[in-house]
């Protein structure tokens, strides 16, 4: 991708004669580019792309197969999909100003959306929590719309929402397969989790054998972090990185938010939640939040010193789980 393509993409997004001045490139994506366009006469939007070079995981088998829930998601499609799902819901998320997936600009997937300017959720509450305070009642009143909405079947918003079906049988059995795969992984690469994986398989076991059966799911973002979370300059939540959006179990989105906003959760707690639920979603997140940034770390993904925290800190959750 070169700043001739991008800044022809950015004149046809944003017209009115501007010229690309700056290209800078926007901290925090893994899995796609995520660049601010800055015009001549300071206009700025944001352009993500979708491009092998721009993607720090190491490719696996099934990446690019949208019928897992997990799966990344890449492109365009599941952007739209859930772009057109968020904003149908009144939920905030950044405007689309150009999309091309037909190599009219680059050989990539590309969308030139709207620049939220301000901070993250994430850095609002550890700057001053007091004034998060509206931001996540918002976020709440945007969490139970999204809850609000449902469907017969999981999976994939560009699935499900054009009709079609996802693997496995169940929420609770794809999970279970995923955190089965996430500890195989991590047993690989640490031997303090090799030396619990006995305990950790069964524990997984006896928590999905308590999950009764459900047949009604509900739209989640999936990695609903604060750093997801942008404010705009009227003080509400708009959310970000939602190529994963499925409909799924709502205990799911509510562990990740446990896990990430510690104490600060208390706002966004919801009623009804399945407690057998939240104990097998928080077992298989810390092994996926151990498995995942150790794999990261095998490509070159420049932040290392922060990715090996977080796969230290959920190791070491994950084992408390199980006493060890």
Not at 5 to 29: E, S
Not at 73 to 80: N, T
Not at 123 to 128: G, I, S, V
Not at 157 to 177: K, Q, Y
């Amino acid at each position: 991708m070169t700043r001739e393509q991008l800044a022809g993409a950015a004149r046809a997004a944003l017209g009115g004669g501007r010229r690309l001045q700056a290209l800078k490139r926007v901290a925090g994506g893994s899995k796609k580019g995520v660049y601010r366009l800055v015009m001549d006469d300071a206009t700025t939007a944001i352009a993500y792309l979708w491009d092998d070079a721009e993607n720090y995981w190491p490719a696996a088998e099934g990446d690019d197969d949208l019928t897992d829930p997990f799966s990344p998601g890449l492109g365009l499609d599941p952007f739209e999909a859930a772009h057109a799902r968020l904003d149908a819901l009144g939920v905030r998320v950044p405007a689309i100003r150009l999309v091309d997936r037909d190599g009219a600009h680059c050989p990539a997937d590309l969308a030139i959306v709207e620049d939220v300017p301000g901070e993250s959720l994430e850095e609002l509450l550890a700057r001053d929590p007091r004034s998060a305070a509206p931001v996540m009642a918002r976020l709440g009143e945007a969490l139970e719309a999204m809850r609000r909405h449902q469907a017969s079947t999981y999976g994939k918003v560009v699935v499900v929402d054009e009709g079609g079906t996802s693997r496995g049988t169940s929420c609770e059995r794809v999970v279970l397969d995923r955190a089965l795969r996430d500890l195989a992984e991590a047993a690989s690469r640490d031997p303090r989790i090799a030396g619990a994986r006995a305990r950790l398989e069964e524990r997984l076991l006896g928590l999905v054998a308590a999950v009764r059966p459900r047949a009604q799911y509900a739209v989640v973002h999936g990695e609903l972090g604060p750093d997801h979370v942008l404010v705009d300059a009227d003080g509400n939540p708009v959310l970000i990185d939602i190529e994963g959006l499925m409909y799924f179990d709502v205990e799911w989105e509510h562990v990740f938010l446990r896990i990430r906003l510690h104490d600060g959760y208390g706002p966004l707690r919801a009623d009804g939640l399945d407690d057998d639920r939240l104990a097998l979603y928080m077992l298989a997140q810390r092994l996926s939040l151990t498995a995942g940034p150790l794999r990261l770390l095998d490509g070159d993904f420049p932040n290392r010193a922060f990715m090996a925290g977080i796969a230290e800190y959920n190791l070491t959750k994950a084992l408390e789980l199980v006493g060890a």
